[in-house]
């Protein structure tokens, strides 16, 4: 049998073993490796909080974007970082709808790397706004001037399907968090972790009733998240479709746009996952087979993107549109800071065919070297997208090279170590593998065995 | 269900086998609990489909009707904005964020649902001062017969658990 020789959980350990080793993290001290990032990111983040206090007193006249690329770093990036949630969604959701089996030990992860990238991504478009003290005008709320928002705008549509995509990713998140919050109640030394793990554990007990309540609630929670996969990421590509700018006015983006959010949120994954596992010992849960399957679903995605690439290229021929045929037969591939463009073909067409291989998928380093190129690569694509249509729209007299200043490189830099030091305390303080999940797999597992055999 | 006896059983088989054939000697207040979810056993015990779904469909109705209503009562009523001499209601436009709400709500149902019909949060349960018993989040199997149970006697009940395989019999709460 296939499973027996390529399995998704090494050997066949008890329920106590299982929670034992899933849990455990959550009372052991990090090692030195884990010490030294956190402070790196921890540092990281106060620069992050000094660079936005900067820009709050400042305004963002301290960043490179202005006429006509108003939208720069600030939406490349909200739009990078909420891609990359996108695949945890997908991992938590759509492959439990699927019974996808190697699911199970790497949902509860890459779900956390959602509600962090998310929180990453949020930052942008509030700062954005340029007085971000006024964020609540996005809200109808009856005010003295009787001036209500645009509902039929594409921002309030974007920050509806950005809060609520975080919203149900937190409840998702945390209904599932419940039964391992109460094995650390149950189970770590220490009266105060008991105290804290057993507020949040809300005191959880297992019992068969809760169970049944439970079961269906996570199952329609995640049918609730699978539509959002796709429909948050196809609210913020109208965003861009909606406009006349040459290089945004198209009816491919919304699914391009998804499938490039899932292809980043994989490669996201990949990359969070090889180190995590490899510091933490945890091959015998997050096995050979888990980083095949991510790679595989990276390369799927990546070839969806590659077509939409395709057909960017031959709709702007086709419509015979002197715009287009300049925006992307000239500008992109000659234009200045054509070398971003080249990045975003080398990461996104180019790499992902390397994962064809079996080798490759199966070996942590190479995967690794890949998903950081994908990385780079979908980040490439959002400033194409963004700064290089802007920078050349209709009028010579508007055409103008865009720039970005060290407030900008350095709020980029802040976010990823902010993102990382919330994985970090994430992978300290929660348990980071669903141990009840775990378990009722091995369950399964044992079953299926003992058919198999008999 | 305050009082009563706790059994530990060996194995997810023991626990389904000891559930049915409690129930079958006509106990009603019965309860179990495990580190994972169990289906078999909630068929054993009798237990029905919950009837959350019904809960988490009308959030959802209700919180997309309310985002239609406010998004038309809005843009067409309050602050009428004529763009390029489009309608004042433009039902397409208004799909996204009817769309959102109605699923931003049906998950408010479904967390804050599962959490009331489990009555959670309760940091504090007459099981929880029971010995052991704090490994059914992590290892152990228990059923839990209620104290209130016409058909619970301290005696008989106590040796009828042990004679279904139980592999240890504790008393919760005062009397019994």
Same mark, same amino acid.
Do not use: M
């Given at each position: 049998m296939r499973a027996a020789a390529d399995p998704v959980l090494v050997g066949s350990p008890t329920d106590g073993e299982l929670s034992d080793r899933l849990l455990a993290p959550v009372w052991r001290a990090g090692g030195p490796g884990w010490k030294i990032l956190f402070l790196v990111t921890f540092a990281g983040t106060l620069m992050l909080g000094f660079l936005v206090s900067y820009t709050v007193v400042?305004?963002?006249? &301290?960043?490179?974007?202005?006429? %006509?690329? +108003?939208? +720069?770093f600030a939406i490349i990036n909200f739009v990078w970082w909420i891609g990359i949630g996108h695949a945890g969604t997908f991992i938590s959701a759509i492959l439990f709808l699927f019974e996808q089996k190697w699911r199970t030990s790497i949902n509860r992860f890459s779900e956390a790397m959602t509600l962090f990238a998310v929180m990453q991504a949020g930052l942008f478009p509030l700062l954005h706004l340029g007085r971000p003290w006024f964020f609540y005008w996005l809200f109808p709320y009856p005010d003295t001037m009787e001036v209500w928002p645009q509902v039929k705008s594409a921002l309030p549509w974007d920050a509806a399907a950005v809060s609520t995509y975080f919203t149900v990713s937190l409840l998702f998140w945390y209904l599932g968090l419940l039964p391992d919050l109460a094995g650390v109640r149950d189970r770590a030394p220490g009266k105060v972790r008991r105290v804290i793990y057993g507020i949040f554990a809300l005191?959880?007990?297992?019992s068969v009733r809760a169970w049944r309540h439970y079961r269906v609630a996570y199952l329609i929670l995640a049918g609730l998240a699978t539509p959002l996969v796709l429909s948050v990421h196809s609210v913020v590509s109208s965003d861009f479709a909606i406009g006349v700018v040459p290089g945004w006015h198209s009816t491919i983006f919304p699914p391009y746009f998804v499938a490039g959010a899932i292809f980043s949120g994989f490669a996201m994954v990949i990359t969070l996952a090889i180190p995590a596992r490899a510091a933490l010992g945890l091959h015998g849960v997050i096995t050979e087979r888990h980083l095949d399957n991510l790679a595989k679903m990276t390369l799927v995605t990546g070839l969806a993107v590659s077509y939409g690439y395709i057909c960017e290229y031959f709709i702007s021929w086709y419509s015979g549109d002197p715009f287009e045929l300049y925006q992307y037969w000239v500008a992109r591939p000659?234009?200045?800071? /054509?070398v971003v463009f080249y990045l975003m073909i080398l990461g996104n !067409?180019?790499? %992902?065919? *390397? &994962?064809? /291989?079996k080798r490759i998928r199966r070996n942590a380093k190479w995967l690794f070297i890949a998903s950081i190129l994908i990385n780079v690569g979908m980040w490439s694509e959002r400033f194409v997208i963004i700064v290089m249509s802007l920078e050349r729209e209709y009028l010579v007299s508007k055409w103008h090279d865009y720039a970005p200043t060290w407030v900008d490189l350095g709020i980029l830099t802040g976010t990823l170590c902010f993102f990382l030091f919330l994985f970090l305390l994430f992978l300290r *303080? !929660? %348990? *980071?593998?669903?141990a009840s999940e775990m378990k009722e797999l091995a369950h399964e597992l044992k079953e299926e065995e003992k058919a198999a055999n008999a | 269900m305050r009082d009563g006896f706790l059994a530990e059983l060996a194995d997810r088989h023991a626990l389904i086998a000891a559930a049915s054939h409690m129930r079958a000697l006509g106990y009603r207040q019965l309860d179990a609990f495990s580190p994972y979810p169990i289906i078999e056993l909630e068929e054993a015990m009798g237990i029905r489909r919950s009837w959350l779904p019904w809960l988490i469909l009308a959030g959802g109705i209700a919180g997309a009707a309310t985002a239609y209503f406010f998004q038309w009562f809005l843009v067409a009523v309050l602050y009428p904005l004529n763009v390029g001499g489009r309608p004042a209601h433009m039902p397409a436009a208004f799909v996204p964020i009817t769309f959102e709400m109605g699923v931003l709500f049906a998950s408010f149902a479904a967390f804050f649902g599962a959490l009331f019909f489990s009555r &959670?949060?309760? &940091?504090?349960? %007459? !099981?929880?001062? !029971?010995?052991? *018993?704090?490994?059914a989040s992590l290892d152990g199997l228990w059923l839990r017969v209620g104290g209130d149970d016409p058909k619970f006697s301290a005696a008989r009940t106590a040796q009828e658990l042990r004679d279904v395989g139980a592999l240890a019999v504790r008393r919760v709460g005062g009397r019994a």
């Open positions: 400042e305004g963002i006249g &301290l960043w490179g974007n202005n006429i %006509p690329a +108003a939208w +720069a005191g959880w007990r297992g000659t234009g200045p800071g /054509s !067409v180019i790499v %992902p065919q *390397f &994962l064809w /291989s *303080f !929660v %348990p *980071f593998i669903s | &959670l949060p309760r &940091l504090w349960d %007459p !099981v929880s001062d !029971v010995d052991t *018993f704090d490994r």
